[in-house]
């Protein structure tokens, strides 16, 4: 179960990468793709961040990801400048696919489908 701390950290963690995607991330990954981080789970020691990014308008998700971690020194020192004196270390960050959004529309196609079928048979 994770500390107070560390929901904090990871809020403001969360708050000022997201800031940083939507000002840099058209370099990394190109304007055709809408990236959002959805959240971040520090660990106890707080020493490592992970980092949960949702993505939009590419099949190849996993492309985003690869590129994030491509351009890992330039995000990990251009988020040290916006965390400032907020935090006495910048974490180690880890990126991960938050396919949730995508599991909630295949769900509910499936929901409509067979609510569709029901329909019919009626």
Do not use: C
Not at 43 to 58: C, E, F, N, R, W
Not at 70 to 87: S, T
Not at 106 to 116: C, F, K, Q, S, Y
């Amino acid at each position: 179960m994770e500390t107070i701390r560390q929901k904090q950290i990871g809020e403001q963690i969360r708050r000022f990468f997201g800031m940083l995607l939507s000002e840099e991330g058209s370099l990394i990954y190109g304007r055709d793709k809408l990236v959002t981080v959805t959240g971040v789970k520090m660990t106890p020691d707080l020493l490592t961040a992970k980092i949960y990014i949702s993505v939009y308008g590419t099949e190849n998700k996993q492309e985003v990801i690869l590129e994030l971690e491509d351009n890992y020194p330039h995000l990990r020192k251009a988020l040290g400048n916006k965390v400032g004196k907020a935090m006495r270390r910048v974490p180690e960050l880890e990126f991960f696919l938050d396919d949730t959004v995508d599991e909630m529309y295949r769900v509910d196609t499936l929901l409509n489908r067979v609510n569709e079928e029901d329909k019919g048979k009626s």
